[in-house]
């Protein structure tokens, strides 16, 4: 299958949403909102609940699922205050040492007035940095379409894990091929360079695991749903093993060790 | 329209006439004697804006000036001892033309990347300095961006010196992908250890800092300041302005909108940024035992 399927695939109208995978993941989820600053923003949705036992804090981007419902939710273009509250609630989380689990699912934070008014440049940064340093387990699920800072902002953690036909990238490929070919029309020659598929990725170290999906999320959901319930039972279980001081550490290696470049000679200081 | 307004007219348009002709240049004039403001179109003299620190005396915005103009402005003279000078970028996802992209730019800049880092003294305070190169591919952040203000930040760590970044970007580069993206992640972990470590960091945000470098080590300053007449956001005015399709508020993203919005703590002159900075370092030294 190309890139551009999977991107096709990913944004399929019959492919659950982040809500639809939380209610079937975590039965006693109890959604909690709010940034305790501004206001409540329903492009991240958040709370508790348990999976196998174990309480859990869970963020998810929330596209909707109709016409109106994606227009409540912003398409699952966060403002700031959506991560604001995912911080928040990630705060929460380790004061009561919950693990956190958190689903990817945005073309990118918006671009609009209020969001650049209430800084979301300011607000996407903070969260990195807070997340690089939270002293619980943060396991990342990228669902189905992780676009730019927008999706990053929720996505540093211990462990990253794509399902079998999510993409990630910097951008949307509508938004790279409009940028570097001038033109937004050759989105699909973008997604094939782009390098976005959780095998892609996979490769490059980028990501972790890749969760299977049978026949697809938008074919039949179960399947997947209960492949990642599997991993991610094993992942809680595995990582609740590691203390925080180990998890930490290597938190910090996996993203500090991302870049390739070449090193030369060291030049004569030209000042 | 009362006598006197109509008078007041006829002024204002007499006068932008001989604006105009001023502008006129009447005899060979060797290139690079006049500069021209990109926002009053004021016709300027080259070595009177280089006198006043490239800013235009009519309507003091500020031009855009290479790493050398800017750390010759900020730092002692000679201080400068430049670290990770010899990494370049490679072309991860095989984008045509990306190569000769970066050797124009390395042509044009005489560097080989986009950041150039290193030790360097502010009225004999001792920091850790980086500039972002804005003639280098927009001051993009890719893998070798990103590689080197982590390093910086280590080093500061290490040394124990006040940290200071000049940003100036048009965010993450587009060209290396998810490796740029995931440079966000990298530089702000960096800046977490440097949290643990009480260092202090003075972010700088010049024109423009924008995407992946905005939303990143750029607004994580223990003191963030604006460079006067700088855009700052997060996402470009372009891409807003096709989101919401209506025209963008007068002043909307300049370095004064985000002081107002609590985003940067001071908003400061070209000419008043180094005498800021030594007197925002004189309260931090000593500090860190």
Same mark, same amino acid.
């Given at each position: ?27 006693d ?7 305790r ?25 929330e ?5 109106k419902?994606?227009?409540?939710h912003?398409f699952?273009m ?12 990630m ?10 689990i958190?689903?990817?699912?945005t ?9 650049e008014?209430? /800084?979301? $440049?300011? @607000? #996407?940064?903070?969260?990195l940095?807070? =997340? !690089? ?10 669902l189905?379409?992780?676009?730019? /800072?927008? $999706?990053? @902002? #929720? ?5 990253? =894990? !794509?399902?079998?036909n999510?993409v ?10 409009s ?10 020659e ?14 490059l170290?980028i ?5 299977k ?6 074919i039949?959901?179960?399947?997947g ?7 991610l039972?094993?992942?809680l ?5 590691k203390p925080?001081?180990?998890?930490l ?15 030369g000679?060291e030049?004569?200081?030209t000042n | ?5 109509k008078?007041?007219?006829n002024?204002?348009a007499?006068?932008?006439q001989?604006?105009k002709?001023?502008?006129?240049t ?12 990109d ?13 006043n620190n ?14 050398n103009?800017?750390l ?15 990494l370049?970028s ?10 000769m ?23 004999g305070?001792e920091v ?13 952040m ?12 280590e ?7 006040p ?5 100036a ?20 972990a ?12 003075i ?7 924008t ?9 994580l ?9 700088s ?17 963008l ?5 300049t ?8 985003q ?5 002159h070209?000419?008043d940024?180094?005498?800021?900075l ?5 309260l931090?030294?000593g500090?860190?035992s």
């Amino acid at each position: 299958m190309s890139a551009y399927e999977k991107v096709k695939l990913a944004r399929h109208p019959k492919r659950p949403t982040s809500k639809q995978v939380i209610k079937k993941l975590f039965p006693d989820f109890i959604e909690l909102k709010g940034d305790r600053q501004f206001k409540d923003d329903p492009s991240i949705v958040g709370g508790i609940g348990s999976i196998e036992g174990i309480p859990v804090t869970i963020i998810g981007q929330e596209k909707g699922v109709n016409t109106k419902d994606k227009i409540y939710h912003n398409f699952g273009m966060p403002h700031p205050e959506g991560y604001r509250k995912a911080i928040r609630l990630m705060l929460q989380a380790e004061k009561f040492q919950r693990p956190i689990i958190s689903f990817i699912d945005t073309p990118g934070a918006y671009p609009g007035l209020g969001a650049e008014a209430r /800084g979301q $440049a300011q @607000a #996407i940064a903070n969260n990195l940095k807070v =997340m !690089m340093g939270l002293k619980t387990t943060i396991i990342v699920v990228v669902l189905s379409e992780g676009g730019s /800072g927008g $999706a990053l @902002a #929720i996505g540093v953690g211990d462990l990253i =894990m !794509m399902f079998e036909n999510s993409v990630y990238a910097i951008l949307s490929p509508e938004g790279f091929a409009s940028i570097l070919y001038k033109d937004s029309k050759r989105a699909k020659e973008a997604a094939e360079i782009m390098k976005i598929t959780a095998k892609d990725l996979k490769e490059l170290g980028i990501i972790d695991e890749i969760i299977k999906e049978g026949q697809g999320l938008h074919i039949d959901p179960e399947i997947g749903i209960s492949q990642l319930k599997m991993s991610l039972i094993d992942a809680l279980k595995r990582l609740s093993r590691k203390p925080i001081r180990r998890k930490l550490i290597s938190r910090y290696q996996k993203f500090r060790q991302i870049g390739l470049y070449v090193e030369g000679e060291e030049d004569e200081s030209t000042n | 329209m009362n006598f006197l307004d109509k008078h007041k007219e006829n002024l204002k348009a007499f006068s932008k006439q001989t604006e105009k002709s001023k502008m006129v240049t009447p005899v060979d004039i060797p290139d690079g004697v006049f500069v021209k403001c990109d926002r009053c179109e004021a016709s300027l003299y080259e070595k009177v804006m280089k006198k006043n620190n490239y800013v235009c005396p009519v309507c003091q915005n500020h031009f855009r000036i290479d790493v050398n103009t800017r750390l010759k402005m900020i730092v002692d003279d000679e201080s400068f001892k430049e670290l990770d000078s010899s990494l370049m970028s490679t072309n991860p996802l095989s984008m045509p033309g990306y190569e000769m992209k970066i050797l124009s730019a390395v042509n044009k800049t005489k560097r080989k990347n986009a950041f150039i880092s290193g030790a360097a003294k502010i009225a004999g305070i001792e920091v850790a300095i980086g500039v972002l190169d804005s003639y280098f591919m927009m001051g993009s952040m890719g893998s070798v961006v990103g590689e080197k203000v982590t390093r910086l930040i280590e080093f500061s760590i290490k040394e124990s010196l006040p940290l200071i970044i000049f940003s100036a970007s048009g965010g993450a580069r587009m060209q290396e992908g998810i490796f740029s993206l995931m440079q966000m992640a990298k530089t702000t972990a960096a800046l977490n250890r440097l949290d643990d470590s009480k260092g202090l960091f003075i972010s700088v945000l010049t024109h423009p800092t924008t995407g992946g470098v905005a939303a990143s080590f750029a607004s994580l300053g223990d003191i963030n300041i604006a460079e006067k007449s700088s855009l700052i956001g997060f996402a470009g005015p372009r891409v807003i302005k096709q989101t919401i399709r209506e025209e963008l508020p007068k002043g909307f993203q300049t370095a004064e909108f985000q002081e107002n919005h609590g985003q940067v703590d001071i908003v400061v002159h070209r000419q008043d940024l180094k005498k800021t900075l030594y007197n925002i370092l004189k309260l931090h030294v000593g500090d860190r035992s």
